[in-house]
Structures are given as C-alpha cells and as structure tokens.
C-alpha cells in the first residue's frame, strides 16, 4: 500500500512571496487521499501532514470530495495564484499557520492548516535544496530536450521544404521545356500553314493577273478588229457614193443628147 502511494505522488515546490516576510518554500507532496507539506524560510522548517481522516474531515465541511479539495490545494500551494492572500502566522508554541484565500461561487474563502515545528530543520532546508536543484536539472534537461526535439523536428522540416523545393524547381524545368516545345511545335506548324497560304495567295495572285493580261489582250483585238471594219466600210461608203455620183453624172449626159434627136427628127418631117 505504502509502495503504491510512493507511486502516485506527485510533488510540488512554490516559493512563496509573503509581504512584510523573508520569501517562504513550501514542497509538496501530494498523493490520492492525503498529503505532506514542509516549508522553509532558509534557517528554520516546518512540517504539516495531513491524514486522510483529517482531509476527508476538512472536504466534508466543504462539502467536496477528497479529490477535489487535494486538487484544489494543490494548486494553490504549487503555484502562487495571482489575486490570492497568503498568511504564514504565528500559532503559539513556535506553531506556525498557513492559509490561503480563494473564490467560490462568488463567494471569498480561507483555508488553513496548522504547521509544527521540525525537529531537524537543517535536514528539511536540505531536502528542500536537493528538490529545487534536481528539478532545475531535470527542467535544463528537459528544455535541452525540447530544444533538440525542436532542432530536430525544424531540420527535418528544413530538409522537406529544400526536397519540396527541389521538386517544384525540377517540376518548373520541365514545365519550362514542355511549353519550350509545345511553342516551337506550334510555331512550326503555324509557319507551315502560314507558308502554304502565302503560296495558295501567291498562285491565285498569278492566276488573277494572268486573267487580267488574257482579259485586256482580248479587249485590245476586239477594239482593233472594230476600227478595221468600221474603216473598211468607211471606204465601201465612199466608193459607192462615187460610183453613185458617176452613175448619175453618166445618166445625165445620155438625156440630152436624146432630146437633140427627137428633135431633129421633128423637124424633117
């Protein structure tokens, strides 16, 4: 049973400022049903160990259960608790009288536990020292700990972005090249397509002018054909108006010569 409380206890030390005093240590140790308390101020040493009759007492007048009030006072007696009134007073016979105040339901508290003194003061001062220096040691350890836990867990985060970064850079490079090619492909074709429309363009360009060469040779024959023939009928006109003129001027010179004989011939009979 003794062996099993060893197991949970759990311990504490506060050093308790307390105005108009020299600064008090109070350790702790704290266990399911009961607990022990030693202060010291440097030179004397005092002792409170409460029973379990005596905490299941003092938890029933608070109307608490045993845990409860031994968390309680745990946490005022493990750390000094902002806003808190702390007493270490005289109780006769060298007894001394710790108390502590706190709030309940709105409601302003005090509790106290009575302190006698130690009958080896030297040897708690010791124990007490012995605590706070294995508990600063255990506390650089563990800050040590954390530290390197912390150096650790940065350099393996340090070591997984330089990877990641890696990746995304390996990732860009080739998403560089890719486009790279995908724009010479494209251009290449473009040019293709480009190439085969300016040769298309240049074929229909030809095409065209050829077709307007043929087109204006053309007209060219037919205005030269039409100036032929209209002047061919031109000199056909002429001829025949001379002909004409001729026909009649022939015509005119048979009349009278008709006219002369009629006459003659008239006259003879």
């Known amino acids: 049973m003794e062996s099993s409380s060893k197991a949970t206890a759990r311990h504490t030390c506060l050093k308790l400022e307390i105005p108009s005093i020299d600064p008090l240590f109070v350790k702790g140790t ?6 022990h308390l030693s202060v010291t101020d440097g030179l004397r040493a005092w002792l409170c160990n409460a029973t379990e009759e005596e905490v299941q007492e003092r938890a029933a007048q608070w109307d608490q259960p045993v845990a409860e009030y031994i968390e309680l006072a745990e946490r005022y007696l493990g750390f000094q608790q902002p806003g808190t009134v ?28 009575k302190f006698q003194p130690s009958n080896d003061s030297r040897k708690i001062t010791a124990g007490i ?32 972005l330089k990877l990641e970064a890696e990746k995304c850079l390996e990732q860009s490079e080739r ?7 995908f724009e010479s492909e494209i251009y290449a074709k473009f040019l293709g397509v480009l190439n085969s429309k300016k040769a298309k ?20 024959e037919e205005e030269s054909t039409d100036k032929t023939e209209s002047y061919h009928s031109g000199s056909n006109a002429e001829e025949s108006e001379e002909e004409a003129e001729k026909n009649i001027t022939s015509s005119s010179k048979d009349i009278p010569a008709g006219r002369d004989r009629g006459r003659k011939r008239a006259t003879r009979k």
């Open 86 to 113: 702390y007493r270490f007073v005289d109780a006769g016979d060298d007894h001394k009288r710790l108390s502590w105040t706190f709030e309940r339901e709105g409601t302003k508290l005090e509790w106290r536990w």
């Open 201 to 220: 363009l240049r074929e229909l360009r030809d095409q065209l002018s050829k077709q307007e060469i043929a087109g204006k040779a053309s007209v060219d």
């Open 129 to 160: 020292l012995d605590f706070l220096m294995d508990a600063n040691i255990n506390l650089s350890m563990l800050i040590r700990r954390i530290l390197q836990e912390e150096v650790v867990r940065k350099t393996q985060s340090f070591e997984k």
């Open 175 to 181: 998403f560089t090249n890719e486009k790279m090619e």
């Open 30 to 35: 704290w266990f399911d049903t009961h607990f």
